[in-house]
């Protein structure tokens, strides 16, 4: 059973960078066919997809964000990491990590979730 | 990007109702749509991919239909666990994009 487990601060200034962890157990993250992915939802607000990376390194970031984000992969530690630069408080909200199933292209396994909020 | 809207925003129902969402985006997206339930404090759950296949495990309660630009979905016979917060999603391209959710209460 394939589990993901987000971790990081809690609480980040504004004007600095958040930053997040992936942990995936249960199948490697580096077996192709798979997208893995950051997506967050402001408090009592939809999903909004940040971005993706691929085993391989290749990513594809949410042109509104794209600017301020960063998706990295470590295949010896089976973890993916978030930065986004520059935060202000339209940043707090929850962030999943996600694996997309390629052959399906829908979000199979999800992590718990982890409130970040911008406050100084 | 591709706009995802859904109908209604909210709903309410009695257990044992049929219960119908709408999802329509903004171009054709063939079937790549997928239905996710999310619960208070929980990470959202699919359960339907490509317009209408069932994910493993999810009862078959649910079910899913549309193409194009038009989609459903289904809950047949609406469960106490049924109330929730469901979502589209489009996959057709990136960057990947969700309908606003359609909350279902109890009446």
């Known amino acids: 059973q394939v589990q993901l487990q987000e971790s990081g601060p809690g609480l980040v200034k504004p004007s600095q960078t958040l930053s997040l962890t992936c942990t995936v157990s249960g199948g490697s993250i580096s077996s192709g066919g798979y997208y893995w992915s950051w997506i967050r939802q402001h408090p009592g607000k939809g999903l909004e997809w940040i971005g993706y990376?691929?085993?391989?390194?290749?990513?594809y970031y949410n042109p509104s964000l794209k600017s301020r984000v960063t998706i990295s992969i470590d295949t010896s530690k089976n973890q993916f990491s978030l930065k986004l630069s520059s935060v202000t408080a339209a940043d707090t909200a929850v962030y999943y990590c996600?694996?997309?199933?390629?052959?399906?292209?829908?979000?199979?396994?999800w992590g718990q979730g982890t409130l970040v909020t911008v406050s100084s | 990007d591709i706009q995802m809207t859904q109908s209604p925003s909210s709903l309410s129902a009695s257990v044992g109702d049929r219960v119908t969402i709408t999802c329509r985006a903004s171009?054709?997206?063939?079937?790549?749509l997928n239905w996710y339930q999310q619960k208070p404090g929980k990470a959202p759950k699919v359960l339907i991919y490509?317009?209408?296949s069932l994910q493993s495990g999810v009862p078959s309660r649910f079910s899913g239909s549309g193409s194009g630009t038009d989609f459903t979905l289904t809950i047949s016979s609406l469960q106490p666990e049924d109330f929730a917060t469901y979502y589209c999603?489009?996959?057709?391209?990136?960057?990947?994009?969700f309908g606003q959710g359609t909350k279902v209460e109890i009446k």
């Open positions: 999603q489009q996959s057709y391209s990136s960057p990947r994009t």
């Open positions: 990376i691929y085993y391989s390194g290749s990513t």
């Open positions: 171009q054709s997206i063939s079937r790549y």
């Open positions: 996600a694996r997309e199933y390629g052959s399906g292209n829908y979000f199979d396994y």
């Open positions: 490509a317009a209408s």
